[in-house]
C-alpha cells in the first residue's frame, strides 16, 4: 500500500498564492505518477495535474495552466503544486492521489490507486 498525505491548504485572497505538498510513505516505489484532483461542493472531483516520478510526463487541467505548476523531489518522495493567481473558482478540497500503473493516463481518475485525505483551499474574492 501507499500512504499519502497532503499539507499546505488553507485561506488565501484572490490573486494569491499557495503551495500544496504531498509525500508518499509504504510502496511508494511501485508509484508510476502522483497526480492533485480536486473537488468542490456539489461537484464531481476533477483532475488538476500529475507528474510521473521521472519527470518525463506532465500534465494540467485548462483551468489552471499558466498558474500552477508542479515539481517533485525523488529523495523525500513528496510533490508540490504551486499555486498562484488563485481565483475563487480554485476554492476546493485538494486530494492527492497516486498512479501505479505505467504509461496509462495521468488526468483518468480510475487510474489512481490511493488517494490521501484531503486538504481545503479557500479563495476569498
Known amino acids: 500500500q501507499v500512504q499519502l498525505v497532503e499539507s499546505g491548504g488553507g485561506l488565501v485572497q484572490a490573486g494569491g498564492s499557495l503551495r500544496l505538498s504531498c509525500t508518499a510513505s509504504?510502496?511508494?516505489?511501485?508509484?508510476?505518477?502522483m497526480g492533485w484532483f480536486r473537488q468542490a461542493p456539489g461537484k464531481e472531483r476533477e483532475f488538476v495535474a500529475a507528474?510521473?516520478?521521472?519527470?518525463?510526463?506532465?500534465a494540467y487541467a485548462d483551468s489552471v495552466k499558466g498558474r500552477f505548476s508542479l515539481s517533485r523531489d525523488n529523495a523525500k518522495n513528496t510533490v508540490y503544486l504551486q499555486m498562484n493567481s488563485l481565483k475563487p473558482e480554485d476554492t476546493a478540497v485538494y486530494y492527492c492521489a497516486s498512479n501505479p500503473s505505467y504509461g496509462s493516463s495521468l488526468e483518468a481518475r480510475n487510474r489512481y490507486a490511493y488517494w490521501g485525505q484531503g486538504t481545503q483551499v479557500t479563495v476569498s474574492s
Open positions: 509504504g510502496r511508494a516505489f511501485s508509484v508510476y505518477a
Open positions: 507528474i510521473t516520478w521521472s519527470g518525463g510526463r506532465i
